[in-house]
């Protein structure tokens, strides 16, 4: 197969950033312009403005994108003031008269049968008007350069809220006896102090999850929770107050009660009454289940403080959860993660997934080797082609491991949507996943635990969303899905880190390359639903925190808040002096009274799962999931794409199952 050049470039200098940035925006601004004085439109202007919009957009990419992986402190901070820069530019383009009107002529010629356009892009045009409206083009001036005001104040506090996370380097120091319990290998991996004494410790998921889950010393786990727990704190919480403020304005000037009702109308749930019956009625069905599994983890905290002589205090501490979880996973289901581990190597999983991935969806997949505008030297980057046809579908992105100053947790990033322009010729997408796992040593190559495996498989889930995109009108491609739909995709996918066949195509021990023991498999399976009923009111005290916040007619104190719901919902005390808003990233991030979205989004997931049972790898099945969950983008309601993949309407039944609280 010929060379595949990168389909973006996103390697550079800082100085670049600055001159590009001004460059996009100008040559942006002059296609509307030229727009904007033609009185009357039609479909080709119609189709100018797509391609004018998915020429910023993946402009707009090449210059922000390096704010989340650069090496270069430099580079970081140039793309991040390029992002405030380019979001502001975004909402004085949204609130242009001239292209609003034009915008309008055109739909009243559609509704009156003098203008015929297909019906992607009348169903754009209306998304436009809808748009135009939450822009506030049928405000008075004096309210429209307010509301402009306030987006583009929230653009600026949201850029520096995740930079100041991604920029954060906190970590702790532990002697060898405080570490107790954790294994050569995690300490081996580790930064030491200079006089070699002691071990650093950073709040990075490499360092800190196997900490919680397996640190024998309980006041290690506490320090590190509160550094967690406070990270940010200082610089993130006025932040994120001043854009709760600033947010209720905009809802406000809009005539919505609330921000909550702003942000859902152009979601599945429509209405904020609708998804706290939905959260609050969850709560309802888990919290039996979850008040047995809080009794069977602070009996097994009982039984260790009493057989080590320490005063047991009787609570599940927020330091505590996740190590009890993993002691009655290694005692009840004899899954050791460390040892499972081993079996889940970073290539070997990966090789599988991607074989997994190119049976159903009828794809092959292709290293692109020695490109030369990579951002680090770990990044790999793959071409993808439809199986049948050899059509170049698009590329995706690797990079796997943290360092300073990257993106600290797992997601995927579109850097180029698909679309077609004014001629009809095709855009084709391009997207990166970013993820934190354990970076190889000399001896030892990074190994994934299971939960990181899912972690993976879901994430290349959205890669997938990208790269099978076929929307013609780039506004709707790829995952531009109503936000409360957009994880169902990925999340249905998560379950084949729990089928056999899958399972054993993803694993082979990194020294001898046996096969994942049977006894192992059948344990990680029969472990699915250890705690379910915990970490499913864990999503549920997330989803209350956010639209309690973002309903709100007046100021939140966030740390009280998150404080009594987090006891009262997800039954485990906060740490005093801790308020993880401030690294509540989601919420500055997109999830704003959004992140219901994680378990709304489930209930289509585990439905669309039942249509897979006993047909993992099934490329029949697999085309079927492509072109009717992956290929519309947001050309269709997530709703008719569950039907349309179905044959029914969905039901709530295989998602009660799936989280545990209802049995067949």
């Not at 583009?152 to 520096?160: A, G, Q, V, Y």
């Not at 800190?208 to 704190?233: N, V």
């Not at 790269?467 to 409360?484: K, L, N, P, Q, Y």
């Not at 492509?626 to 039907?643: E, H, Q, W, Y």
């Amino acid at each position: 197969m010929a060379y595949v050049p990168p389909l973006i470039s996103v390697n550079r200098t800082s100085e670049e950033i600055v001159a590009y940035q001004t460059e996009i925006i100008e040559k942006n601004k002059k296609d509307l312009d030229e727009l904007g004085v033609i009185e009357v439109w039609g479909e080709k202007e119609l189709r100018m403005l797509g391609e004018a919009e998915m020429a910023f957009e993946t402009n707009s990419s090449s210059c922000t994108f390096p704010m989340y992986v650069s090496t270069d402190a430099a580079v970081r901070e140039a793309a991040a003031k390029a992002e405030v820069q380019i979001d502001a530019y975004r909402v004085e383009a949204s609130q242009r008269e001239d292209i609003y009107l034009a915008v309008r002529g055109l739909n009243e010629r559609c509704e009156n049968g003098e203008v015929v356009v297909e019906a992607e892009l009348k169903r754009w045009l209306a998304k436009l008007l809808r748009d135009f409206r939450r822009s506030g083009l049928e405000l008075p001036k004096g309210q429209k350069d307010k509301l402009g005001e306030c987006k583009k104040r929230i653009s600026e506090l949201c850029t520096e809220f995740s930079k100041n996370l991604n920029e954060d380097v906190t970590s702790e120091t532990f002697l060898r006896e405080e570490l107790s319990g954790m294994p050569e290998p995690w300490l081996e991996s580790l930064k030491k102090t200079e006089d070699g004494l002691k071990y650093c410790v950073t709040l990075k998921y490499p360092d800190m999850l196997p900490l919680m889950q397996r640190c024998k010393i309980a006041e290690t786990r506490r320090r590190m929770d509160f550094l967690k727990g406070s990270m940010c704190q200082e610089a993130n919480v006025p932040l994120f107050d001043e854009v709760l403020a600033l947010r209720r304005e905009v809802a406000s000037l809009l005539g919505f009660d609330t921000f909550s009702d702003y942000a859902l109308e152009i979601r599945m749930a429509k209405k904020a009454d609708r998804v706290l019956e939905f959260l609050l009625e969850l709560k309802e069905k888990l919290k039996p289940l979850a008040d047995k599994e809080l009794a069977r983890l602070l009996e097994l905290k009982k039984e260790e403080y009493e057989a080590t002589g320490m005063e047991f205090d009787g609570v599940v501490n927020s330091w505590d959860m996740l190590y009890y979880h993993t002691m009655l996973i290694d005692r009840d289901y004899q899954l050791d993660e460390s040892k499972l581990q081993e079996y889940f190597p970073l290539d070997v999983v990966t090789k599988g997934m991607h074989e997994i991935y190119q049976t159903i969806l009828g794809l092959r997949f292709e290293e692109v080797k020695n490109w030369s505008s990579r951002w680090h030297e770990d990044v790999q980057l793959f071409a993808v082609y439809d199986k049948d046809t050899g059509n170049f579908l698009g590329q995706f992105f690797l990079d796997m491991f943290p360092r300073d100053g990257k993106y600290g947790h797992a997601a995927v990033f579109g850097l180029q949507r698909t679309g077609l322009d004014s001629s009809g010729k095709r855009q084709l997408p391009c997207c990166a996943m970013l993820c934190n796992f354990t970076a190889p040593t000399e001896d030892r190559p990074s190994l994934l635990k299971h939960r990181e495996v899912e972690t993976y498989f879901h994430e290349f889930g959205h890669v997938m969303h990208n790269i099978c995109s076929e929307a013609r009108v780039h506004s709707f491609g790829c995952t531009r899905v109503e936000r409360d739909f957009v994880e169902a995709p990925s999340q249905m996918l998560e379950n084949w880190c729990y089928e056999r066949e899958p399972l054993s195509m993803m694993s082979e021990h990194y020294l001898d390359k046996s096969p994942l023991p049977d006894e192992l498999l059948q344990a990680i399976i029969k472990s699915k639903l250890v705690d379910t009923g915990l970490l499913n009111l864990r999503q549920v005290f997330f989803g209350m925190f956010d639209m309690i916040c973002h309903r709100s007619s007046e100021a939140v104190v966030t740390e009280t808040l998150w404080k009594e719901l987090r006891k009262s919902i997800s039954l485990i005390p906060q740490q005093e002096g801790c308020n993880p808003t401030a690294g509540f990233a989601h919420l500055m991030g997109g999830y704003e009274s959004g992140y219901y979205g994680y378990l709304w989004s489930e209930v289509y997931s585990a439905d669309l799962f039942l249509a897979f049972q006993g047909r993992f790898l099934d490329p029949t099945m697999g085309m079927r999931y492509r072109k009717n969950i992956l290929a519309p983008g947001g050309s269709l309601d997530g709703m008719d794409m569950v039907r349309n993949f179905l044959g029914r309407e969905p039901s709530q039944d295989a998602f009660l199952k799936h989280i545990g609280i209802w049995k067949a």
